[in-house]
């Protein structure tokens, strides 16, 4: 495996306090009460270590990787004016648009934590114990399935499909019609907490490490959070917690980028996707959303996969044979099952299953969506 997963820890003082703390069995009551708990919560954070993180490659080597492996007609080709796109054929006749978090309406911006809030609510399907709300199902799948979609080829596909079973269950679930958003994270590379999604109003703060461990979150729409699902197998009751390290977020750069787009075949480009400006997005928030397994605890992950999905697509339409194309191996480590586009992804029941070749381009009938640019 090229992740790290650190050994898990039970806490048994801090399951006891979460036991206490009332209504608060993943998403806080009355926001009035919220302060007279923030002692309790604090309580609940696990050291940093505990999480793990994602493993990473250095630019330094992501551009050697590039150096063997460049396109020889690295040129952008020409795109419609609406979108900023490329396809060989205009099968979607009308694509959902997803739209970069600073382009978002102020109404949508809150229609969508609201909604993602509205999941949380509502109550688990029961097949994924210990969940307490169809968005820790969610969350269960990614946890179960961790040792498959990741390090491997499947790692692009996968988290494109699984974003388009978050969005499905958003608007089936929650009537949530705005676009979906994603995170243009080069343009807060090195800064990632002054960034318009941490704030009061959205996702809460981005802190640092507090003596160790994350950082509970106790403002925003997912203050005083907490989740049921990890860190990795052990599904220890834990806060939302993060510890940003702008080090690392530093990495989330154009360079970065733009040498992972500048290779020719897609197994070499998935792993410095996933390897580089992926695992530097996860680390850099760190806690929660370093953890491999749980890190779609934290929201803010789907902003970040639409990022890295837009890296795929970028990649893409560099080159028309590149919609069809996939390659590599579907499953990681050292036994290869080839990945080819009837390869099946699943979500192990929340949707149903699709193909590889079904989401490999996002501009047609299936999946209908674009990027705002």
């Known amino acids: ?221 997912f203050g005083g959070t907490i989740l049921n699902i990890g860190p990795g197998s052990s599904n220890t009751p834990h806060c939302l917690a993060r510890a940003v390290d702008e080090r690392q977020t530093a990495n989330v750069n154009q360079a970065f980028v733009d040498s992972c787009n500048s290779r020719s075949t897609y197994s070499s480009m998935e792993s410095c996707s996933e390897m580089g400006p992926h695992a530097y997005g996860h680390n850099g928030i760190g806690a929660v959303m370093a953890a491999v397994s749980g890190s779609p605890g934290d929201p803010v992950f789907f902003l970040h996969h639409g990022f890295v999905d837009r890296m795929w697509r970028k990649w893409q339409i560099k080159d028309e044979s590149r919609l069809r194309d996939i390659s590599g191996c579907a499953t990681p480590g050292n036994n290869c099952e080839p990945l080819t586009r009837n390869t099946v992804l699943s979500s192990m029941g929340l949707r149903r299953e699709v193909t590889v070749g079904q989401i490999l381009d996002i501009y047609e009938p299936f999946l209908c969506y674009l990027y705002d640019y």
């Open 1 to 221: 495996m090229r992740f790290s997963v650190t050994s898990q820890v039970l806490y048994g003082a801090a399951v006891a306090s979460a036991l206490n703390i009332p209504n608060r069995d993943l998403l806080s009551g009355a926001r009035e009460d919220l302060d007279g708990l923030k002692g309790d919560l604090q309580e609940l954070a696990l050291p940093l270590d505990v999480f793990g993180q994602f493993d990473t490659m250095t630019l330094e080597e992501a551009q050697a990787g590039a150096a063997e492996d460049t396109d020889a007609n690295n040129d952008e080709l020409s795109s419609p004016a609406s979108t900023g796109e490329f396809t060989a054929q205009a099968a979607c006749a009308n694509p959902r648009i997803r739209v970069e978090w600073r382009n978002m309406r102020d109404a949508d911006k809150l229609a969508f934590v609201n909604a993602v809030k509205c999941l949380m609510q509502r109550p688990p399907s029961g097949n994924f114990a210990p969940s307490k709300s169809r968005y820790e199902d969610l969350v269960a799948v990614h946890q179960r399935m961790t040792d498959r979609i990741h390090m491997s080829g499947l790692f692009l596909p996968w988290h494109r499909y699984y974003t388009w079973v978050f969005s499905g269950l958003l608007r089936e679930e929650c009537g949530y019609t705005a676009p979906l958003p994603w995170w243009d994270e080069v343009r807060d590379a090195g800064n990632f907490a002054g960034s318009g999604l941490f704030t009061d109003e959205y996702f809460g703060d981005l802190p640092p490490a507090n003596g160790g461990q994350g950082t509970c979150i106790q403002n925003g729409a």
